[in-house]
C-alpha cells in the first residue's frame, strides 16, 4: 500500500507544480544557491523533491502551502512513516478542498494532512486567496514538519527558543520551531533571526527535507538517560546517555564546547547540574551533538549537596556557612584536598576569598560536599565537619522559608525553618506577592496571615529588602522526604501516593534497592514482603481507613527508603497532627470542594455531617445545602473554619455570614408571638435564594427615621437592605437602602451613558450622589470610576434601575449588562474575560455546565479555543452571561 500512494503522488509531482527531472546533475541553476547546491542534489537523488522540465531547480523560488504538504508528505512515505489510518481519506474532506479551492493535484495530500493532523481546518484559509495558491511561511511550514514529527519526539512550550526575533513567532508556531531547532532541521540566519513571517524558498526546504529524511532513516532519537557521569576535576565530563532507540552516545562535554539548558531552553546551565539518571535531549547538527536540554526538573541544591547556604567567612582553614534554610551558621574545617569550583568550573581557595572580597554588596552561595570525622579537640573526641569540595556562585539575592509571625502592609516576620530564629523583611517597592504560584497583592497575603497558621517563602535582594513573598498554607519542603502522602496503591512495581489533592506514581525499578521501615510503635525494618503485608492488611486487626508515607530519595531522585504508618499513628510516627486548621472567607463550594478566598487549596466536604459537625452561626437550620447556598451567593458573604484530616477532607465546619444585602421579605422582632419566627429576619438575594437569619434581640438601624420595630411593619417588606453581623454570625444592623420609606427617592430604569459628568438613564441625565451605591449581578465592579469606565465603553451596553433623591441624584443603581463584545481572554469559575479597544472586563456567567451547552462546547478546556477571537456576550434576564 505505501509503495502504491508513493507511486501516485510521483504522479501528482509530474502533474503539478513539481515536475520531474531526469537527474540532479542536470540542474542548470543550483549555482545561484552554492550554500544549498549539495543538499539540492541530495534531495533529488533520494527523490525528495524534483526539477524542472527545462532543467532548472529554481532554487529561489517560493513554495506555497500546498507544495509544502506534498513535500511533507512525500517525506514521511519515503522515510516509512505514514499513518496507514489517515491514507485514501479524500472522500472525507473533498467538500472543504473545495470550499477552499486546494489545487486538484494536491487534495489527495492535504486529505492526508488533515487526518494525520499535520493540517488543522483552520490552516486551509491560507492555501489560496481567489482561487491562486499562497507562498507559505517559514513558520507555518515549520508547524507542518514539527507536527509531522511529534509523533517520535517532544513537543515542549518553545519558551527557550533564543532567536532575535523570537518574538515574532506565533505562540501555535513556537513549540514546533523549538522541536526543528532542538533536533537541528532549522537555524536561525547570520543574523540570529528566524524570519517567522518570511516566504520559504525550495532551496531552504531541500535542506529542511534532507536534514528530516537523514533524522528519521538513521532513526536518530534524541532523547535519552545519562546512565553514567564522571567530573574530571570540573575540567570536562564524561557522560554516558541510553538513547531511546537503544543505542548508546558516549560524551566528552565541557563548558567550552556544549551548552545545557532547561527543559524549555529558558536558562543555560552548567554541566555539573547534570546528574545520573537525568532525562536529556540532544540536539544534532548533523551527527554532531551541540546541546543538551535536561528534560528533568534541574536538581535542587537542596538534593545535589550536603549542606546549602551562603558563606559567612573562609578564612584560617576555616568556612561558615548560614544555611539557607534556618539561617543559622555552622563551621566547617576545610579538608586539606578540598577542591573549589566557581560557577561549575575548577578554580582555588584564593579565587572564592577573592570573589567573596568583590561582592560585599551581594550574597556568595555555595553548595557543600561534607564528611564527618570522630576526632581529639582539646584533648576530647569529638565529630568535626569537614568540607571536601564548595561549589560557589554569586547570587544577587537569597531565598529563605518560615512560617509567618505577623504580616503588615510593609514588613512580613517569620521564624525561620527549622530553628527559633526569628526573622524580618521589609518589602521592596516592586515587591511581587503571590498565593501559591497565583500572583496575589499584600492585601491578600496579609489577610491570609490573619486566617491560621501559613507559611512563606521570602527572596531578598542585596539591600535586605523582600522583592518576592509566597505564601501557602503548607511548609515548604527541602526535599520530598520531608512531606507526608497518603498511599494510594503499592506493590512490586510502584507506589502511588497523594497530597494536596496531586497524585504521583514513583517507579521502583527494583525493591532490592529499597530499604521499608513501617510503625508499630517504633519504626521497624522489614522486606518489602513485610511492607507490603503492612499495606494489605492481614487479617481484621489489620483494617485501616488510610495509610500515610514518607519517602527518601537519592541525589538521581530515585527512592532509598519507605516510611509507612496507619491512620491513627501518624501523629506519633511523623511527628506531626492528624488535622489541620482552616478559616477565612469562602470563595465557594462546587463539585462538593470547599475553597477560601485566600487559599489555593480545595478542601473535600463529607456527603453528611452530624448536627456537632456543622454549625452555621445565625442560621435557624444547619444543613450542606444551606452552607453551599451561602457558600456561591455573590450577595452574601460566609466566614468560616474548618478542620481537615490529612486528605485535606473536612471533618467539622463552624461558619456564619459576616455581611449580606438584598430584600428583606420579612422581619419578625423579640415580641412576635410565634416562637419560631421571633428574632429572625428572611432574606431574598439577587439569585432568588431566601435565607432565614436569626438577629440580635433589638438590631441597630443606621437612620433616626426608622428603627427595629417600624422594620417590622408592612411598609418595609421589599424593601433593600445591607445587613451587618456579629462574631455570632447575628444580625446586628439592618440598613435599608431602597424604600418607599426613605422620603424624597423615585426609581428610574433604562439604558445608561454617560452625559458629560453626568449619568444618563432613559434619555434624562442625573447628577452623581458623592456616596452613590451600585451594584450588579453581571460584574464585581463597584467604584463609581470603573462604572463610568464601561459607560464609556461602546462595546458594552447596561441597564439600570436606579433611586433618584429630591436633588436629582442617583443614590443607588442596579445595573446588568444587555450585551458586550470583544476579543476572547479566558473563561475562569464562574466569569468570562474579554478585551474590548478600552480595557479587559469580567463578567459573571451562569453555571459551567449550563454555559458549556449553550455555546455547543463539550468541556472546560474548549474555552481556550476561543482565546483571542472576537465574541459576543449575550445575557440573560438576570445580568449573567449565558452564551456566546
Request: aromatic share 10%; glycine share 6%; charged share 30%.
Amino acid at each position: 500500500m505505501k509503495r502504491k500512494m508513493a507511486m501516485a503522488l510521483a504522479a501528482v509531482l509530474v502533474a503539478g507544480s513539481l515536475p520531474v527531472t531526469a537527474s540532479a546533475a542536470t540542474f542548470t541553476d543550483i549555482n545561484e544557491v552554492s550554500w544549498a547546491s549539495s543538499t539540492i542534489q541530495a534531495v533529488s537523488d533520494k527523490g525528495l523533491i524534483n526539477g524542472y522540465e527545462d532543467g532548472t531547480f529554481r532554487a529561489k523560488n517560493n513554495v506555497t502551502y500546498s507544495e509544502a504538504m506534498v513535500m511533507v508528505y512525500n517525506l514521511m512515505s519515503k522515510t516509512g512513516n505514514l499513518k496507514a489510518s489517515a491514507t485514501n481519506t479524500l472522500s472525507i474532506y473533498q467538500s472543504v478542498l473545495n470550499t477552499y479551492k486546494i489545487p486538484t493535484w494536491s487534495q489527495s495530500t492535504v486529505a492526508y494532512g488533515l487526518s494525520a493532523q499535520i493540517l488543522m481546518a483552520a490552516d486551509l484559509p491560507k492555501f489560496t486567496t481567489n482561487g491562486v495558491s499562497n507562498p507559505a511561511t517559514r513558520q507555518d511550514v515549520a508547524v507542518m514538519f514539527g507536527r509531522a514529527l511529534s509523533e517520535k519526539y517532544d513537543i515542549y512550550a518553545g519558551t527557550g527558543v533564543n532567536y532575535n526575533d523570537s518574538w515574532r513567532i506565533s505562540d501555535e508556531a513556537m513549540p514546533y520551531v523549538d522541536l526543528l531547532t532542538r533536533l537541528g532541521i532549522v537555524t536561525g540566519d547570520d543574523s540570529g533571526n528566524f524570519n517567522p513571517t518570511a516566504n520559504i524558498t525550495r532551496a531552504e526546504m531541500a535542506v529542511m527535507m534532507n536534514k528530516t529524511y537523514d533524522l528519521l532513516s538513521n532513526e536518530l532519537a534524541n532523547t535519552g538517560e545519562i546512565t553514567e557521569i564522571v567530573n574530571h576535576d570540573g575540567d570536562y565530563y564524561d557522560v554516558d546517555v541510553k538513547m531511546d532507540n537503544g543505542e548508546r552516545n558516549r560524551l566528552t562535554l565541557s563548558d567550552d564546547n556544549i551548552s545545557v539548558y532547561n527543559k524549555d531552553g529558558s536558562r543555560e546551565l552548567p554541566i555539573s547540574s547534570l546528574t545520573k539518571g537525568d532525562r536529556v535531549s540532544l540536539v544534532f547538527d548533523g551527527l554532531v551533538i551541540t546541546k543538551i536540554y535536561l528534560l528533568d526538573e534541574e536538581a535542587s541544591a537542596q538534593e545535589k549537596y550536603d549542606a546549602v547556604g551562603y558563606i559567612y567567612s573562609l578564612k584560617d582553614g576555616y568556612l561558615n556557612l548560614e544555611s539557607e534554610n534556618t539561617g543559622e551558621t555552622t563551621k566547617y574545617k576545610i579538608n586539606t584536598n578540598c577542591t573549589y569550583y566557581l560557577d561549575g568550573k575548577k578554580t582555588t581557595e584564593s579565587a572564592i576569598k577573592d570573589v567573596i572580597d568583590d561582592n560585599s554588596d551581594k550574597y556568595v552561595y555555595a553548595g557543600l560536599y561534607t564528611e564527618t570525622k570522630n576526632e581529639k579537640v582539646d584533648g576530647k573526641r569529638q565529630d568535626v565537619l569537614y568540607a571536601n569540595a564548595v561549589y560557589v556562585t554569586v547570587k544577587d539575592e537569597y531565598t529563605q522559608t518560615g512560617e509567618v509571625t505577623d504580616f503588615t502592609s510593609t514588613t512580613v516576620y517569620y521564624k525561620a525553618s527549622g530553628s527559633n530564629a526569628r526573622k524580618s523583611a521589609d518589602f521592596a517597592s516592586d515587591c511581587e506577592f503571590y498565593i501559591g504560584d497565583k500572583k496575589s497583592s499584600a492585601k491578600d497575603l496579609e489577610e491570609m496571615a490573619e486566617s491560621g497558621t501559613v507559611y512563606v517563602k521570602v527572596t531578598v535582594n542585596s539591600k535586605g529588602k523582600a522583592t518576592k513573598i509566597v505564601m501557602t498554607e503548607d511548609k515548604f519542603t527541602d526535599n520530598t522526604a520531608s512531606s507526608t502522602y497518603t498511599v494510594k496503591g503499592f506493590n512490586k512495581d510502584r507506589i502511588i501516593v497523594s497530597r494536596g489533592g496531586t497524585s504521583t506514581t514513583y517507579e521502583f525499578g527494583s525493591t532490592s534497592d529499597i530499604t521499608f521501615y513501617i510503625w508499630e510503635g517504633k519504626w521497624n525494618e522489614v522486606s518489602f514482603k513485610g511492607a507490603e503485608s503492612f499495606y494489605d492488611g492481614d487479617d481484621d486487626e489489620d483494617d485501616y481507613d488510610t495509610m500515610y508515607a514518607r519517602m527518601n530519595f537519592d541525589k538521581s531522585g530515585k527512592i532509598t527508603a519507605i516510611y509507612m504508618a496507619k491512620d491513627g499513628d501518624r501523629e506519633n510516627a511523623f511527628g506531626e497532627a492528624e488535622e489541620t486548621e482552616r478559616k477565612g472567607t469562602v470563595e465557594y463550594i462546587k463539585d462538593g470542594k470547599l475553597k477560601f478566598k485566600t487559599s489555593s487549596t480545595e478542601y473535600t466536604l463529607q456527603s453528611k455531617y452530624d448536627e456537632d459537625s456543622l454549625e452555621i452561626g445565625g442560621a435557624p437550620t444547619s444543613s450542606l445545602t444551606v452552607l453551599t447556598r451561602m457558600a456561591n451567593c455573590d450577595d452574601v458573604t460566609l466566614y468560616a473554619e474548618i478542620k481537615a484530616d490529612g486528605n485535606n477532607k473536612i471533618t467539622d465546619i463552624e461558619a456564619r455570614l459576616t455581611a449580606a444585602e438584598g430584600k428583606m421579605i420579612e422581619y419578625n422582632g423579640k415580641d412576635t408571638s410565634d416562637s419560631d419566627k421571633k428574632n429572625t429576619l428572611t432574606l431574598e438575594t439577587s439569585d432568588g435564594s431566601q435565607f432565614k437569619l436569626k438577629t440580635v434581640s433589638n438590631p441597630k438601624t443606621d437612620s433616626d427615621d426608622y428603627d427595629a420595630e417600624d422594620l417590622q411593619t408592612t411598609g418595609y417588606r421589599g424593601s433593600s437592605v445591607e445587613l451587618e453581623f456579629n462574631n455570632d454570625g447575628e444580625i446586628s444592623k439592618i440598613i435599608v437602602t431602597d424604600s418607599s420609606y426613605n422620603s424624597g427617592t423615585k426609581r428610574v430604569k433604562g439604558t445608561a451613558s454617560l452625559d458629560g459628568s453626568k449619568i444618563k438613564i432613559d434619555g434624562k441625565s442625573y447628577s452623581w450622589d458623592s456616596k452613590t451605591y451600585i451594584t450588579s449581578s453581571s460584574f464585581t465592579y463597584s467604584t463609581k470610576d470603573m462604572f463610568e469606565r464601561m459607560l464609556q465603553d461602546k462595546d458594552i451596553e447596561v441597564y439600570v434601575e436606579a433611586t433618584i433623591s429630591d436633588s436629582n441624584k442617583v443614590e443607588r443603581i442596579n445595573a446588568r449588562v444587555e450585551s458586550a463584545e470583544g476579543e476572547f481572554v479566558e473563561y475562569d469559575s464562574g466569569s468570562v474575560v474579554i478585551e474590548t479597544d478600552s480595557r479587559k472586563w469580567s463578567f459573571n456567567t451562569v453555571s459551567k455546565n449550563t454555559l458549556l451547552k449553550n455555546c455547543g462546547l463539550d468541556d472546560e478546556k474548549d474555552f481556550e479555543k476561543k482565546e483571542g477571537k472576537n465574541v459576543t456576550l449575550e445575557f440573560n434576564s438576570d445580568g449573567l452571561v449565558e452564551e456566546f
